[in-house]
T-cell receptor, first 116, second 115 residues
Framework: AQSVTQLDSQVPVFEEAPVELRCNYSSSVSVYLFWYVQYPNQGLQLLLKYLSGSTLVESINGFEAEFNKSQTSFHLRKPSVHISDTAEYFCAVSEYGRGSNYKLTFGKGTLLTVNP | DADVTQTPRNRITKTGKRIMLECSQTKGHDRMYWYRQDPGLGLRLIYYSFDVKDINKGEISDGYSVSRQAQAKFSLSLESAIPNQTALYFC??????????????FGPGTRLTVL
């Protein structure tokens, strides 16, 4: 069965600083990978996803994540954060292929706080 | 209008009461899910349904039941609420593979407090 580990529960940074939110997964088969974002008092929104092809995926608001199969990682990065990026970020993995049920397993979340 | 809606958005109830949380979707997806979110624990799957006749337990189904009334509606019930069921509850939907890749779309959540 798949599992997800988000290595940092909280990441405080200053505005305009770079940030990396770390995510490692465990699976014995092929996977799809996702990052979801939850702004205060809101539901979860998809930020970006890796399905296949290029291992570097980008979001429309400047975040990017790189799928590293050998290290089983899918870290999220942004070169310069804004106050409005303050939110909780969840990494998720879904196995696919014959015999898999395509369930989504979430990490426990990383709270990114951007300070002025 | 939102694609996935949940009612109520907030609910306070007492221990022992029966409560139902409802989820509706206009995305036309076959698959629907119920999760609960607790601080520091992320999202945990309660129940999921791959179509109207296919309902499955998730990792924390004890104390909960569900009903899939139609493709678009999936309800979660707490038969006898207890305080440790106080949490934020999310409904989600997805398309089946291969088109859906299991990308899930979430409702706005229901904040439930059990006193």
């Amino acid at each position: 069965a798949q599992s997800v580990t988000q290595l940092d529960s909280q990441v405080p940074v200053f505005e305009e600083a770079p940030v990396e939110l770390r995510c490692n997964y465990s699976s014995s088969v092929s996977v799809y990978l996702f990052w979801y974002v939850q702004y205060p008092n809101q539901g979860l929104q998809l930020l970006l996803k890796y399905l296949s092809g290029s291992t570097l995926v980008e979001s429309i608001n400047g975040f990017e994540a790189e799928f590293n199969k050998s290290q089983t990682s899918f870290h999220l990065r942004k070169p310069s954060v804004h106050i409005s990026d303050t939110a909780e970020y969840f990494c998720a993995v879904s196995e696919y292929g014959r015999g898999s049920n395509y369930k989504l397993t979430f990490g426990k979340g990383t709270l990114l706080t951007v300070n002025p | 209008d939102a694609d996935v809606t949940q009612t109520p958005r907030n609910r306070i109830t007492k221990t022992g009461k029966r409560i139902m949380l409802e989820c509706s979707q206009t995305k036309g997806h076959d698959r629907m899910y119920w999760y609960r979110q607790d601080p520091g624990l992320g999202l945990r799957l309660i129940y999921y349904s791959f179509d109207v006749k296919d309902i499955n337990k998730g990792e924390i189904s004890d104390g909960y039941s569900v009903s899939r009334q139609a493709q678009a509606k999936f309800s979660l019930s707490l038969e006898s609420a207890i305080p440790n069921q106080t949490a934020l509850y999310f409904c989600a939907t997805s398309d089946p593979p291969p088109s859906g890749h299991n990308e899930q779309f979430f409702g706005p959540g229901t904040r439930l407090t059990v006193l």
